[in-house]
C-alpha cells in the first residue's frame, strides 16, 4: 500500500494554484507522522521545481524540503518525488519551451544531488493528461486548443522525463522512473468509433514515446507526422529509450470516457468536436448508454502492452466516503487477483490522503470547494481527521485485509443510481445487496427525519430497514432484542422521538417515554451486540443566554420539557453507551417533506398571505439532505460523542424567511414584504432560547446556509420532476 496527497500545482494564466496551500499541508509538518502511521511502504510527495526555483536554477530555496524530507527520511518513510505535478514549471519556462527538457534535468540534478537517498521518481506527473489539459483543451497554462503544439508538448516533456532521470541516475544509479498518467477506456456510438478508436490508441502516447514503441509501425506514426513532428525526433526516443521501472496507472470513475453524437441528449458543458463532428463528451459511468469498463481490464491491457512492473497509483472515488472505500475494496481486490495470475502489480495507492479543492471545476478557480479524502480537513483547526478510509488504508497496508458492513453492497457505479444522463424513469430506482449484507436499522418511519436517512441510504446504495414504531416499540426493551437478532443490523439511526415542543409541557411523559426512555433501551442493546448507535438531539438543550454560535462544550440549561428531554437522553445514552454518536442539530428544512419552514413559508407567501416568523429567534437552520449525508460518514467513520451539525450560519425565523424568499427562483413571484417578524411573547408558544445557534468545535462539515438554500430550490425541482415521472 503506497499513498499520496493530491498536490497539483498548475498554472491558470500567470497564477499558481497550489493544492498544498488549499489543505494547509505546507503549514503542518505534522501530517508526515499521521501518513507514514498509516503504515503506507511509499509516500507520492511533492518535491516541486516551481517552489524550490520560482526565479531561476542558479537561486534555489531548498529550506522546505530540506525541514520535509528530513522529518520523512527520519521516520524511515519512503518516498516516491513528484517533480512537477500537473504544472509547467516556472515562470522562465512553458510546456512548449524547446529549453523545458534540459532545465527540467537541471532541476532533477540539484534535486538528486542534495538528497541522493532518495530513489523513486515521477518527474512529471500524468504527461498525456497534463499536456491535454494545457496545451489541447486550453484549462492550464499555456491555455492552447492546437493539436500540432499538444505533440510538441507531449514531446518535450517525454525528453525532459529521460534527460531528468539520466541526470539522476548519474547521482543515484538505482533510481526508479515510476512514470504515472491517467488511464481509462473510451466508448462511443458506432457514429463515432474512429474517434473511439483514435483515443483509445492516445491514451498510451507518453509511455510509448519513454519506451521507444513509436516506429513507423505505430497506430498513429501518420498523426506524428500530420502533427508536423520531424521523423528523427521520433528516431530520438527509439535511440534513448527510458522505460519506466514502473507504469503507474491513474484510474478514476470518469477516466473511462463516452462520445456521443446526439447532442441533444447531454448537457451544453459535454458538447465539443473534432472538426469533422460534433458530440458529447461524458464519464461513462455517468450515462445509461455503455456499461464502464472495470479496471480489470484496464490493468490487463497495460502489462499485455508493456509487461513492466504496475501500479495503481491514484485510487480515489467521488462520493461520499463509503464511495471512496468501496472504490478502494475494488481495486485492491482486482489488484490481488491479477497478481495470482503472476501479473506484476507492485502497489495500490491511497491517492488524495488530504482530499481535493476545486477538481470540479479542473483548479481553474479558486472556490474551495472540498472533497474529503482518507484523512478529512472540515474541522474548525483544519487538522487532518481520521475517517473510515484511514482505518482501511493502514488494515491493507498492515495486513492486506479488511473488512467492514459497507463493503458488502457495490458502489453506486455498479448500479443503475449511477446514471445521469439518457436514464429512464424507473432506471435508477434499483438497490443492489448480497443477501447476506448486515442493513443500517432507521426508526422513525412516519418521521421526516426517518424518511430521509432511507432516502439517502437509498441513494447511497447502503442497505437499510426503516421501521415505524408499530413495528419495533422503543419502549419495549425484549421487542429491541428481538428485532436485533433477525435483522442484525450494524448501525442503528434513531431518527424516532417526540418532536412537539408545545405538547410536551402537558404531556412530559409520553415525551419522556419516547425521547429518553426508548433512547436509552437502545443504548443498552447496541452495547451488547456492538452494535453503532445515532441519535439526535436538539439545539433546545440550551437556554439561549449565549451571545455567540454555541460548541459541543456549552453547559446545557433547557427551558422547556422538550429541552429537558433531549438533555436527559444525551446525558444517559452517552453514559450507558459513550461509543454512540449524539447529533445536536436545529430547524430542519429540506425538499423533501411539506411541513418544513421554508416550504410552508414559500407557499403561504404564494396564496399572498401574510407570513408570521419570530424576529428575536436566533437559530442555525439544517438542510435536511446535508444532515443525512454527514451523519451517515460520521457513523461509517466511527465516530461518538456530541457533534454538532448545522449549516454555517445563524439567522432570526424571520429572516430565515426572507432568505428563503431571495433565493427563490423569480417566477414564483413571492412578495416578501408579507414576511412580519414577531416578537415570541407574542406568538403563545412555549417558552424558547432566544439565541440557540450553533457551531461545532470538533468537524464543521456542512456548507453555508446561503448555500443550501441555493440547493434546497434545485432539489426541490428535481424531486418534483421525479414525482411527475413515477405518476406517468
Known amino acids: 500500500m503506497w499513498g499520496g496527497i493530491e498536490c497539483t500545482l498548475n498554472r491558470v494564466d500567470d497564477r499558481y494554484v497550489n493544492q498544498c496551500e488549499k489543505n494547509g499541508h505546507n503549514q503542518r509538518p505534522g501530517d508526515l507522522a499521521l501518513f507514514h ?127 531528468a532521470m539520466r541526470e539522476i541516475r548519474a547521482v543515484n544509479p538505482q533510481a526508479r522512473l515510476i512514470q504515472t498518467d491517467d488511464l481509462g477506456k473510451c466508448q462511443s456510438t458506432d457514429e463515432l468509433h474512429y474517434q473511439r478508436d483514435f483515443e483509445n490508441e492516445r491514451r498510451w502516447l507518453a509511455w510509448d514515446l519513454l519506451c521507444g514503441k513509436v516506429t513507423p509501425s505505430h497506430a498513429l506514426y501518420a498523426w506524428f507526422l500530420k502533427s508536423k513532428i520531424d ?66 481490464i484496464i490493468l490487463r491491457e497495460t502489462w499485455e502492452r508493456y509487461h513492466l512492473p504496475i501500479a495503481v497509483t491514484e485510487c480515489h472515488a467521488r462520493g461520499r466516503r463509503e464511495a471512496q472505500m468501496r472504490w478502494l475494496d475494488e481495486v485492491w481486490k482486482t489488484c490481488q487477483s491479477l497478481r495470482s495470475e503472476s501479473i506484476t502489480i507492485e502497489a495500490v495507492t491511497a491517492w488524495s490522503l488530504l482530499g481535493t479543492y476545486d477538481w470540479h471545476n479542473l483548479c481553474t478557480n479558486c472556490e474551495l470547494f472540498y472533497e474529503s479524502g482518507v484523512f478529512d480537513l472540515r474541522n474548525a483547526g483544519r487538522i487532518p481527521q481520521e475517517t473510515g478510509a484511514s482505518k482501511m488504508v493502514r488494515a491493507l497496508a498492515t495486513t492486506g485485509e479488511f473488512q467492514a458492513p459497507i463493503l458488502g453492497s457495490p458502489g453506486v457505479w455498479k448500479t443503475g443510481r449511477r446514471i445521469v444522463f439518457n436514464a429512464q424513469p424507473g432506471q435508477q430506482s434499483s438497490l443492489e445487496h448480497n443477501s447476506s449484507v448486515r442493513p443500517v436499522l432507521i426508526t422513525g418511519a412516519s418521521g421526516t427525519l426517518g424518511r430521509a436517512f432511507a432516502r439517502t441510504c437509498g441513494a447511497r446504495n447502503i442497505k ?43 404531556d412530559y411523559e409520553d415525551c419522556y417515554q419516547t425521547n429518553v426512555v426508548g433512547a436509552v433501551n437502545l443504548a443498552y442493546v447496541c452495547r451488547e451486540h456492538g452494535i453503532s448507535l445515532v441519535n439526535f438531539s436538539s439545539d433546545l438543550v440550551f437556554d439561549g443566554t449565549a451571545i455567540s454560535p454555541l460548541g459541543e462544550s456549552a453547559p446545557v440549561g433547557p427551558l422547556n420539557n422538550y429541552g429537558k428531554s433531549k438533555a436527559a437522553c444525551e446525558e444517559q445514552v452517552l453514559e450507558i453507551n459513550p461509543s454512540s454518536l449524539m447529533i445536536r442539530t436545529s430547524a430542519f428544512f429540506g425538499p423533501w417533506d411539506e411541513h418544513n419552514f421554508v416550504t410552508q413559508t414559500l407557499r403561504t407567501l404564494a396564496k399572498k398571505s401574510e407570513v408570521h416568523a419570530p424576529s428575536d429567534q436566533i437559530v442555525s437552520p439544517t438542510y435536511v439532505p446535508d444532515l443525512t ?53 407574542r406568538l403563545g408558544q412555549t417558552q424558547m432560547p432566544r439565541r440557540s445557534s450553533l457551531t461545532s468545535e470538533r468537524q464543521q462539515r456542512l456548507p453555508s446556509l446561503e448555500d443550501a438554500l441555493a440547493r434546497y430550490f434545485m432539489d426541490v425541482e428535481v424531486s418534483l420532476k421525479n414525482h411527475q415521472e413515477q405518476e406517468l
Open 37 to 163: 502511521g498509516l503504515g503506507i511502504q511509499k509516500l507520492r510527495y511533492p518535491c516541486l521545481w516551481e517552489l524550490v526555483a520560482p526565479k531561476d536554477l542558479d537561486h534555489c530555496d531548498w529550506s522546505y524540503l530540506d525541514e520535509r524530507l528530513g522529518l520523512l527520511r527520519d521516520l524511515g518513510q519512503e518516498i516516491i518525488a513528484g517533480l512537477l505535478h500537473h504544472g509547467s514549471g516556472p515562470l522562465y519556462t512553458s510546456l512548449i519551451d524547446p529549453d523545458f527538457p534540459t532545465k527540467l534535468a537541471t532541476y532533477a540534478r540539484l534535486f538528486a544531488s542534495r538528497y541522493p537517498w532518495v530513489t523513486d521518481y515521477t518527474p512529471i506527473n500524468e504527461i498525456n493528461t497534463t499536456a491535454r489539459f494545457s496545451v489541447l483543451y486550453g484549462h492550464w497554462y499555456p491555455h492552447l486548443k492546437d493539436q500540432t503544439m499538444f505533440v510538441r508538448s507531449l514531446l518535450l516533456q517525454c525528453r525532459g522525463t529521460i534527460l
Open 231 to 296: 521523423p528523427r525526433e521520433l528516431v530520438w526516443f527509439e535511440e534513448n529509450a527510458f522505460p519506466p521501472d514502473v507504469i503507474g496507472v491513474n484510474h478514476y470513475q470518469l477516466s473511462n470516457r463516452y462520445l456521443d453524437e446526439r447532442l441533444e441528449l447531454f448537457p451544453s458543458w459535454s458538447h465539443g468536436g473534432n472538426g469533422r463532428d460534433l458530440y458529447a463528451d461524458v464519464g461513462a459511468v455517468d450515462t445509461g448508454m455503455a456499461e464502464p469498463v472495470d479496471i480489470d
Open 464 to 506: 437499510y430497514q426503516l421501521m415505524s414504531r408499530s413495528e419495533l416499540e422503543l419502549t419495549d426493551l425484549p421487542s429491541i432484542k428481538a428485532t436485533i437478532q433477525v435483522l442484525r443490523p450494524w448501525a442503528i439511526i434513531n431518527a424516532a422521538g417526540y418532536v412537539r415542543v408545545d405538547a410536551a409541557e402537558k
Open 629 to 681: 449525508n454527514e451523519t451517515l460518514d460520521l457513523l461509517i467513520d466511527g465516530e461518538c460523542g456530541i457533534i454538532h451539525l448545522v449549516n454555517v450560519g445563524e439567522v432570526s425565523w424571520e429572516e430565515f424567511a426572507w432568505k428563503a424568499v431571495n433565493y427563490a427562483p423569480e417566477s414564483l413571484r413571492l412578495d416578501p414584504f408579507l414576511i412580519r417578524g414577531v416578537e415570541t411573547d
